[in-house]
């Protein structure tokens, strides 16, 4: 049996961060997800899609995302119930997600138009509003780097790496 989800939306308001008993992080949000089709109005309609992501990803995701922000996200379906302080079931359908991915700068939002079109006209020479410093070298990133080029943590400063094993996905 699958259950894979792959989402690709808009973050409706900051993420929910909170911490478990034992201590494990746990963040909820919602993506707007727009229909690939449109209603009568010529509009797009929109899925408000409810995600729940745990531990170190939660932390990071409440930490560098907020309202607007553009996430790519790749979980499970999970469906739970429970009773409401009325005496009601309550049945909730989420995304349990696996991995969030953050697919705009911080910068490109910040100096994004109100209307959030991120397309790049024909013949710009502008990268989303975010221009590389002519005092920083670009050490092979380009515009699209979450870091914004700049304060990538990891460019080669010429000091040792602090990382433990534990840190490592291998």
């Given at each position: 049996?699958i259950?894979?989800?792959?989402l690709?939306?808009?973050?409706?308001?900051?993420?929910?961060?909170?911490?478990t008993?034992?201590?494990?992080?746990?963040?909820?949000?919602?993506?707007?997800?727009?229909?690939p089709?449109?209603?009568q109005q010529?509009?797009?309609?929109a899925?408000?899609?409810?995600?729940?992501?745990?531990?170190?990803?939660?932390?990071?995701?409440a930490?560098?995302?907020?309202?607007?922000s553009?996430?790519?996200v790749?979980?499970r379906?999970?469906?739970?119930?429970?009773?409401?302080?009325?005496g009601?079931?309550?049945?909730v359908t989420?995304?349990?997600a696996?991995?969030?991915?953050?697919?705009?700068?911080?910068?490109?939002r910040?100096?994004?138009?109100a209307?959030?079109?991120?397309?790049?006209?024909p013949g710009?020479n502008?990268?989303?509003?975010?221009?590389?410093p002519?005092s920083?070298?670009n050490?092979?990133?380009?515009?699209?780097n979450?870091?914004?080029?700049q304060?990538?943590?990891?460019?080669?400063?010429?000091?040792p790496?602090?990382?433990?094993?534990?840190?490592?996905?291998?």
């Amino acid at each position: 049996m699958i259950n894979r989800v792959v989402l690709v939306g808009r973050l409706t308001k900051d993420p929910d961060l909170r911490y478990t008993p034992n201590g494990a992080a746990v963040a909820n949000f919602t993506i707007a997800v727009n229909r690939p089709f449109t209603n009568q109005q010529g509009d797009h309609d929109a899925d408000f899609i409810p995600v729940v992501v745990w531990r170190r990803q939660a932390e990071n995701t409440a930490n560098f995302v907020g309202k607007g922000s553009l996430v790519g996200v790749e979980g499970r379906i999970q469906t739970r119930s429970y009773d409401n302080n009325e005496g009601r079931r309550v049945f909730v359908t989420e995304v349990v997600a696996d991995s969030v991915q953050f697919l705009e700068s911080r910068n490109a939002r910040a100096n994004a138009p109100a209307n959030n079109n991120f397309s790049q006209q024909p013949g710009s020479n502008t990268n989303n509003g975010y221009q590389q410093p002519a005092s920083s070298p670009n050490r092979g990133y380009n515009d699209n780097n979450p870091f914004g080029g700049q304060d990538d943590p990891f460019a080669d400063d010429g000091k040792p790496i602090d990382i433990s094993d534990d840190d490592l996905p291998f």
